[in-house]
């Protein structure tokens, strides 16, 4: 027994892990390309350049001193991307343009950077209605072209969304119509004004949503996303170009209105039981090249039913969640029937695949085709955590 102890000794010894490096330090200082006047108050956010293989938490943050001045201590030695964001100055790093750029901090040594802001660029104007009135309380986002290898393949999609959201969440007009995004590097954007209560946060079909308590039969006229210089069709929308720190004004565009209509069914688990709380969402297809936010989202009541008003014709995907109490991790579903011109296609019933179970895949999903009626009889099934 004594010599199978002195043995394992001898093995752990050998197995002993190396020493972990010593952390380093890095520090800089922002200043105004052009002038190198101290940016104070910027916000300098510390990321690593490769995606942690483990669980990891929100990025490194600090702000600069009123001299530019910041300093992260205690930083694992390796390769980092240093952002730095300050209203009215366009960010640090511009993914738009591939230039990110790296930073090595090295075990036990201080790393000193400088790091220069550009005054950034900003589009300004007015959204008016159709009898030429100011429209207030419209939020105008400026959005960006992804450059080709920046733009990641769409589940299902051959091509891939190229106009993103840029600058932020976007301006409010005031009580004149009027707008200024501030703070956006050199390059062409698309502008999109949508409505108060609109559903897409991201300038995809979003509608300002009926009253929950009046709900017609059917299709009604609303207010819906708009793109310069006056479209509900964003591939018809014109680019703005605008050179760094500069500022493109005089733009005006007039809100349009277009048909929505109505998206109903039932939430089931896999045994045909209804399921309710669930949250419902329509998800606009990306297959169009461009970037859509949400159709609209539901959250299932008695009998597993739903009904999502102010959805504009178009394509999209469904998907059903359910919140898990006991683990916070929402099992959700992906639609796999088909629904055409506001009757049910695909034999006649919606099936969903729910994710996160073993052994389960995401198969590829079938349209969702709203064009010129409600649609009703999607069935969507989701299943339920073991």
């Not at 039969?217 to 680019?239: L, N």
């Not at 760094?244 to 809100?255: L, P």
């Not at 209804?274 to 609209?296: E, I």
Request: proline content about 10%; aromatic content about 4%.
């Amino acid at each position: 027994m004594i010599a199978v102890a002195a043995v394992i000794v001898a093995l752990a010894g050998g197995q002993a892990a190396p020493a972990a490096e010593p952390p380093g330090r890095l520090a800089g200082q922002v200043t105004a390309e052009g002038t190198n006047a101290p940016i104070a108050s910027a916000r300098v956010i510390l990321m690593p350049a490769a995606r942690p293989a483990g669980p990891f938490g929100p990025p490194a943050q600090t702000t600069t001193d009123q001299k530019g001045r910041f300093a992260f201590e205690r930083v694992a030695p390796g390769e980092y991307r240093v952002d730095v964001q300050k209203a009215g100055y366009a960010p640090l790093s511009d993914p738009f343009a591939n230039n990110r750029q790296t930073t090595r901090v090295a075990a036990g040594q201080t790393t000193a950077v400088e790091l220069h802001l550009q005054k950034g660029a900003a589009i300004s104007g007015r959204v008016i209605d159709a009898m030429g009135e100011p429209v207030a309380e419209v939020r105008v986002m400026a959005m960006r072209r992804l450059p080709e290898r920046a733009a990641p393949a769409a589940p299902g999609a051959p091509g891939a969304p190229r106009w993103i959201p840029a600058g932020g969440a976007g301006q409010q007009t005031n009580d004149l119509g009027e707008f200024r995004v501030p703070g956006l590097p050199a390059g062409e954007y698309l502008l999109a004004a949508m409505p108060l209560g609109a559903m897409s946060a991201f300038g995809g079909p979003g509608v300002a949503p009926p009253s929950a308590t009046a709900r017609p039969s059917g299709p009604t006229t609303m207010t819906t996303t708009t793109y310069y210089p006056g479209t509900a069709d964003q591939a018809s929308a014109q680019p703005i170009a605008v050179a760094a720190g500069a500022e493109v004004g005089n733009i005006v565009f007039t809100m349009q209105s277009a048909a929505a209509y109505r998206v109903s069914g039932v939430v089931v688990d896999e045994n045909g039981s209804p399921v309710v709380g669930a949250m419902v969402t329509l998800m606009a297809d990306q297959r169009s090249g461009m970037f859509m936010g949400p159709g609209g989202t539901a959250r299932t009541q008695d009998g597993g039913r739903f009904t999502i008003d102010g959805v504009v014709s178009g394509t999209y995907h469904a998907t059903a969640s359910v919140p898990i109490a006991t683990s916070g991790t929402p099992v959700t579903g992906g639609i796999v029937g088909g629904v055409s011109g506001g009757v049910v296609g695909g034999g006649g019933s919606f099936v969903a695949w729910s994710i996160g179970g073993p052994g389960v895949t995401q198969p590829q999903p079938t349209d969702i085709v709203v064009t010129d009626a409600n649609v009703t009889g999607v069935r969507v099934v989701v299943r339920r955590p073991s």
